[in-house]
């Protein structure tokens, strides 16, 4: 067997070829150098990409030269190597097998074995040229080619199994101020595309299109639309001076309803995980260009499917119940306490004005604090839910006076009563008597401080500063003072009382959640004590408009602020936690109210 490398640095080739001999078959003469090494000098020719010395070998030179040239283009190669693999004589006729190794684009291999014709002439052994040589099912004047199969992309899931993102197409809308200025059309075609675009996008102001336009040089993308707006706003854009369109492939949301905000953070993160690897396959080509046969095909391998922890049951509930008010900015965060799966995230229309305030908007807890003072307090043996405590219409601590809500008073009833009826009086109390560092730990550990790092979603869970200073500590113990949450901190807090500890976030499954910062784990003891309280505030405090709603646990609060008081209400009910913002939404009972219409189109 004789092998051949691509670019030999040496042109000395010492051939052993295999002769069949059968009863028709003769054995080559010394003098004609024998049809293997024949074969070999073509092939060594070939494997180095040399289509004159290769032609040179056959008995049609150009044809057999416009071959190997033809070969190497169409293919795309790296490299080749090819070894004649056994001789057949018949008289003045052989045959010679060659096996071919193709490196192609990528690292692919391609190897098949060919047969290659040989005939005796008065100088010798050469090759009689059929394009079989070069492949057994290539006719005549035909090449092969490379194609490159793309593998569908994948799409990407939400937690209850329906596509929330899938391949479709694109398509971006461009105006070159300089084309149209040749007609003295820009001012015009400005107006024109801010009238036709404006429903998708009302920054896009004639102006504002105009003076990006020219301020470019050249085409600007004005924006890009799905192919449901595309085709709504089609007609009105052909034919305007300097605007052109092109289709993209791309992700794109069956439901541009659907948690629109969170999906284009998503497809930043996993676009590139959805693509697969792409197939290929050899094709013979006829003279006219058309694809004539497959000699060879590696399927694509598709990657598999995305999935995310939003459940579309639960985004869509918290979505209507947060749009439902016109008047204030509303935000909700629904997490799964026993995985930490964020099944929604939502906020209305007043609420994306201000970015992702449902994730990343800090702002004072108000009452919704006490839970975090209240497991304080059981975590330093300062008070268990059963110990009898004050709740006075107002009292001074140092050089601050606090009230409770409208200045009402209980006397001395047990903790569980105070934190249900939401007593200021008794968590500010309770907070000055701790160390300056309790409350900071134990929200940390409840998560509230934390640094999580969730993958496609910005998240601040909050921050409880240390404070040695009485007042601060005692303000911070109802929630005012210096502490700041956001839904998605208080929801977490929820959610840690409902699992027994901690979870950890998750938007895009798989995707790993880092933490950074101090985070203890929470005594499970003192969450068991918690989940009477909370209870107790649907049952006779101050949430009872949830009665309804089977075993609901919470937490309601109102924070003071300049301007007016926020409204919040964190809990849970079986494996979903929650935390709803109502901002400057005053009452608490407002909070209650939306998060009520979002569990009320759940199943218990």
Known sequence: MIRFLRRRPA???????????????????????????????????????????????????????????????GLSATDMTARTAGVKVTGDT???????????????TWEYRSTIAMSRTDSGWQVRWIPAAIHPKLGGNQTMALRTIDAQRAAVRENDGSNVLVPGTVHEVRFDAALAAQSGAVVSTAGDLAQALGRFDPS????????????????????????????????????????????????????????????????????????????????????????????????????????ISLSRQVQDAAQRAVDQRKDFQVAMVVIQPSTGRILAVAQNELADADGQIATIGLYPPGSTFKMVTSMAAISTGLARPSTMVGCPSEVTIGERSVPNYNGFGLG?????????????????????????????????????????????????????????????????????GKVLTSPFGLAMVAATVANGATPTPQLIVGRETTIAGPHPAMDPAVLTQMRPMMREVISSGTALRMQDLGEVYGKTGEAEVEGGSHAWFAGYRGDLAFATLVVLGGSSDNAVAVTHEMLVALPE
């Open 11 to 73: 042109r000395l080739l010492v051939i052993t070829a295999t002769l069949v001999l059968g009863t028709s078959m003769l054995a080559c003469s010394a003098d004609d150098n024998g049809p293997g090494a024949a074969a070999g000098r073509f092939l060594s020719a070939f494997a180095d990409n040399d289509p004159q010395q290769a032609g040179a070998s056959t008995d049609r030179p150009d044809d057999a030269a416009s071959a190997v040239t033809a070969t190497w283009d």
């Open 204 to 307: 896009l102001t004639a102006q504002a299109i105009a003076e990006q336009a020219t301020g470019l040089g050249g085409q600007y993308t004005v924006i890009t639309l799905s192919q449901r707006d595309f085709d709504l706003v089609r007609d009105q854009l052909a034919g305007l001076p300097g605007v052109s369109t092109v289709e993209q492939a791309d992700l794109v949301a069956p439901d541009p309803e659907f948690a629109p905000t969170l999906l284009t953070q998503v497809k930043k993160e996993v676009s590139a995980d959805l693509d697969g690897k792409a197939g290929w396959r050899v094709v013979s080509v006829n003279p006219n260009g058309l694809d004539a046969d497959v000699l060879a095909e590696t399927p694509p391998d598709p990657a598999p499917s995305v999935q």
């Open 94 to 108: 052989a045959t010679v097998a060659a096996d071919y190794t193709w490196t192609l684009p990528g690292n692919r």
């Open 412 to 480: 001395t009833v047990p903790l569980q009563t105070a934190f249900a009826r939401s007593c200021n009086t008794t968590f500010a109390k309770l907070a000055s008597e701790m160390g300056p560092s309790d409350l900071t730990r134990t929200a940390a550990s409840l998560g509230i401080g934390p640094e999580y790092d969730v993958v496609g979603l910005p998240t601040d869970s909050g921050s409880v500063p240390i404070a040695p200073e009485l007042v601060q500590r005692t303000e911070d113990g109802f929630g005012q």
